[in-house]
């Protein structure tokens, strides 16, 4: 313990850990509980009162012992003073965290102090603090569970609810955290979309009132909103200064994150599961988990804010972070439903002789009684379309693996058409109101994965589609609609308000037992694109797939919005045909390519359409891309120009962790006239000290002046580059190496 004592500093009057106080009583020594990060604190008190008072997240402040003293000139009965957790009753007014109706009916919930204690979870980096409170009169218990992330700035922040009264309390509200937040100006930057057009980025300057981000669809989440935000205080977002917080929940299910501004001008976060329609019954000892929200805090902008959530999601949430992504042929969007043995083995061919990693074959491979030649019918009948492919998956995943390429295979096993065999034989197993209509989406029903049998059904598509072959590397795990006219068989009537949360448990406990039982194997979260990106789907996911719209345009402010928050080696980013089915913008193929090589690399569309010198082109292209990938996927994102600033410009740069390596992605989508000749793109991140060498990739002759000659890390930051990008999608993309 005594280890952490630069990061974590207790109150400087008193040492307490572990210290239980009857609660509700007055404690005889206040105390300061000061968690510290590199260059963070998160300050809470413990009042006279017993209370737990947030005090402070912000800069570090090693000295954290004035808070003790602290007067606020506020009246201490109005109730005003923010707290650890706030929950609804006694004297607090604002949105709660908590709220509950007890086993006696008392609406009132009063957290008091019990103790608190800390451990090292991992390697000197890593320390969690779990306040215990609990209500004054009644046995409930909180248990307050914050982590801090010393080297990447993050705070995690969750509860667990726990019941210890004889009879069932209902839970109302129970957001995994509270955070009160004082500057003079709240800017808050959410991400807003929906189906192939996630993640676009819109800023509001925060007023009284409340203001939320939520989602009510269950399943599918993350196309409207995501559960996620970057918060500007004092001036609205820039990229690289001012004092930024940034803020994700890991929940696939609905959430609602809250920003209240109250009579104090101070902005009151609640954030986590979404309370609709969820009342939760918790019986005698029975703990509610919430999720975990994760926070940050960056000096330096948007920018900081990303790198600190993209170190820690590397590091700490997503699965398998640490292996480089393979690049792939995905066969979707190159051959649809309509295909046979043949265009399957033509497309790993070709996958295999343009240089990529990996073979995906996506829908419409299985269902016999109803084979799934369309999106109308086969879906739940994962057994191979025979006639369609009579030597089965084993045969093609062998052919991939004898041309020396991964295989990778579709699935959407939490759904269901009607016209299947698993719908004739499991009628009750769809999510469905009694004595209403079942509504079709994209032709197809929910499974109810609040059933066990449902949750043992969908581990077992999962496993024996990973038993057809013992080649299968991958599976894209599809959802392709949401909740709607919920309804569990085999949720009680009082219970049913807990479908919601207990389909999102259902799926993570499914995700567990694969994950148990295949730990190596790659797993991507599709939904519909975009539709489930969210950092508890990563947990059990390496990537997602970042959007059905593959258009190169369209990508640029899709992914820049992504990876605000989302590191880059979980945004999966394709090459496809133009025109194709979701765009009529016929960018040329070294867009598209300049453009699918700023995320996780891959290609949807018919190679066979391709000419030769495309081919060419692809061959070279991806071997660019191997050499710069591993920059991407673990180096720190540097954002140039926002496409949002108007001037149909983009750029981006990663940096690799020792400085010594980067890549510039720098594109043009609106006709530049005459103006962009002169101006150079500053470079960051870079060592000023060091000199690279600028090599300009995908191209045959550069037009860049300065390709391969050497410039000082001096140079490149204060006056930058100049590349000539004046037409409508032009594009180039730069190594930068230090000689
Ligand atoms: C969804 C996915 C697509 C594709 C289709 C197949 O729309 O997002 O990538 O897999 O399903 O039906």
Redesign the pocket.
């Known amino acids: 313990m005594i280890k952490f004592k630069f990061y974590i500093i207790f109150s400087l009057l008193i040492f307490s850990l572990g210290e239980t106080v009857h609660a509700g009583s007055e404690i005889n020594e206040l105390k300061v509980i000061n968690l510290q990060t590199e260059e963070l604190s998160m300050i809470m008190t413990v009042g006279k009162d017993s209370t737990v008072y947030f005090q402070y997240f912000g800069r570090k402040i090693d000295d954290a012992s004035p808070y003790l003293d602290k007067q606020t000139y506020r009246r201490i009965d109005y109730g005003t003073d923010p707290h650890g957790y706030l929950a609804a009753g006694g004297r607090s007014y604002r949105e709660p965290a908590l709220r509950v109706t007890h086993s006696d009916g008392d609406l009132n919930t009063e957290l008091a102090y019990v103790t608190h204690q800390q451990k090292e979870l991992t390697d000197n980096n890593v320390v969690q603090t779990i306040i215990t409170l609990q209500d004054k009169k009644l046995p409930l218990v909180v248990e307050l569970i914050i982590t801090a992330y010393v080297k990447e700035n993050v705070f995690t922040q969750r509860v667990n609810i726990i019941n210890k009264q004889n009879k069932s309390v209902v839970l109302h509200n129970f957001y995994s955290s509270y955070l009160p937040i004082r500057a003079k100006k709240y800017y808050l930057n959410s991400f807003h979309g929906a189906w192939a057009q996630e993640m676009f980025i819109e800023e509001s300057l925060l007023n009284h009132g409340i203001k939320s981000i939520e989602n009510k669809m269950g399943v599918r989440t993350t196309h409207t909103e995501n559960p996620s935000f970057i918060l500007s205080l004092d001036m609205p977002l820039n990229e690289n200064v001012g004092d930024v917080i940034g803020g994700a929940l890991a929940w696939s299910g609905n959430y609602k994150l809250n920003f209240e501004i109250d009579e104090f001008d101070i902005l009151n976060i609640t954030a986590g599961i979404n309370p609709y329609a969820s009342e939760y019954r918790l019986a005698p000892n029975e703990t509610f988990h919430a999720p975990e929200m994760i926070y940050t805090y960056s000096t330096s902008g948007a920018g900081g804010v990303s790198r600190n959530l993209h170190d820690w999601a590397r590091g700490y949430q997503v699965y398998d972070a640490q292996t480089i992504r393979p690049t792939l042929l995905n066969s979707?969007e190159g051959a649809y439903f309509t295909f046979n043995e043949q265009t399957i083995t033509d497309m790993i061919d070709d996958a295999a002789n343009m240089g990529l990693e990996m073979f995906v074959l996506?829908?419409g491979w299985f269902g016999n009684k109803y084979p799934r030649s369309s999106?109308t019918q086969g879906l739940g009948d994962w057994q191979v379309t025979q006639d369609k492919l009579p030597r089965g998956i084993d045969y093609l995943a062998d052919y991939a693996i004898n041309k020396g390429i991964k295989f990778g295979i579709?699935i959407e096993p939490e759904m269901v058409n009607p016209k299947s065999e698993l719908a004739e034989d499991h009628p009750e197993w769809i999510v469905k109101a009694d004595g209403r209509p079942v509504p079709t989406t994209r032709g197809q029903w929910l499974l109810d994965l609040t059933n066990p049998e449902v949750q043992d059904f969908v581990f077992e598509v999962f496993d024996d589609v990973m038993k057809q072959s013992d080649n299968i590397s991958y599976i894209?795990w599809?959802a392709?609609r949401h909740v709607q006219s919920v309804g569990s068989a085999q949720l009680t009537a009082d219970a049913q308000s807990h479908f919601w949360i207990k389909y999102i448990q259902g799926l993570y406990s499914v995700y567990e037992r694969i994950r148990d039982k295949y730990p190596n194997i790659l797993i991507q979260a599709?939904s519909?694109?975009g539709g489930r990106i969210d950092y508890g789907a990563l947990k059990y996911h390496q990537e997602v797939?970042t959007s059905?719209n593959t258009d190169a345009r369209s990508r640029i402010f899709i992914q820049y919005g992504t990876n605000m928050i989302y590191p880059a080696l979980v945004t999966g980013s394709h090459v496809s045909a133009v025109p194709n089915h979701q765009t009529g913008n016929i960018t040329p193929l070294k867009f598209r390519f300049d453009m699918a090589m700023s995320g996780r690399f891959g290609m949807e569309l018919q190679p066979k359409d391709l000419s030769e010198k495309e081919r060419a082109f692809a061959k070279e292209a991806i071997e660019n891309y191997n050499r710069i990938r591993d920059i991407i996927m673990e180096g720190d994102l540097y954002r140039i120009i926002s496409p949002y600033e108007g001037k149909g410009l983009y750029a981006i740069m990663y940096v690799s962790k020792n400085k010594k390596r980067a890549v510039v992605f720098d594109y043009c989508f609106e006709y530049q006239g005459r103006t962009r000749n002169s101006q150079s793109i500053k470079l960051k991140g870079l060592n000023p000290e060091l000199d690279y060498k600028v090599t300009e990739l995908n191209v045959e002759k550069s037009g860049f002046w300065g390709n391969k000659k050497v410039f000082s890390g001096e140079y490149l930051i204060n006056e930058g580059i100049n590349p000539q990008l004046q037409k409508i999608y032009d594009s180039a993309v730069f190594i930068l190496e230090a000689e």
């Open positions: 979707w996506d829908d999106s579709w894209k599809d392709n599709c519909s694109g797939w059905d």
